[in-house]
């Protein structure tokens, strides 16, 4: 691990290189951030409130409010935010067990 064999030998092949696993990492970092963008936006377009319940939430216990998108479809994020509602966990419950959009909660849990 000498600086004198780093420069004399040829590179080492790993199986992944250090440059390569920072390029994953900065993926993996931005599609988890493009996944709370929209409800960062969204919390901060309509307000830390359950627009069912009317139950006001804080930057405490904010996790407690949901993201319900009115058209079912998680990749239609308008930025007016026009497709979003603020719910609480309890009223986003509500809403899918109606039976209509079910499954979008079970993938976003
Ligand atoms: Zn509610
Ligand atoms: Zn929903």
Redesign the pocket.
């Known amino acids: 691990m000498s600086a004198a064999f780093n420069s004399r030998g040829p590179r080492t092949v790993k199986p992944i290189s250090r440059e390569q696993a920072r390029d994953l990492v900065n993926k993996m970092r931005g599609e988890r951030a493009a996944l709370d963008d929209y409800r960062e936006k969204s919390l901060k377009l309509h307000g830390l409130i359950c627009a069912k319940c009317g139950r006001e939430f804080e930057q405490s216990n904010r996790t407690q409010l ?1 993201v ?2 009115r058209d ?1 479809n998680h990749n239609n994020n308008p930025a007016n935010g026009s497709n979003w509602e603020n ?1 609480c966990t309890h009223c ?1 419950d509500d ?2 067990s109606r039976g209509v ?1 079910g499954d ?2 079970s993938n976003n849990r």
Request: net charge negative; proline share 0%.
């Open positions: 949901t319900h998108h079912g719910l986003h809403e899918h959009l979008y909660l």
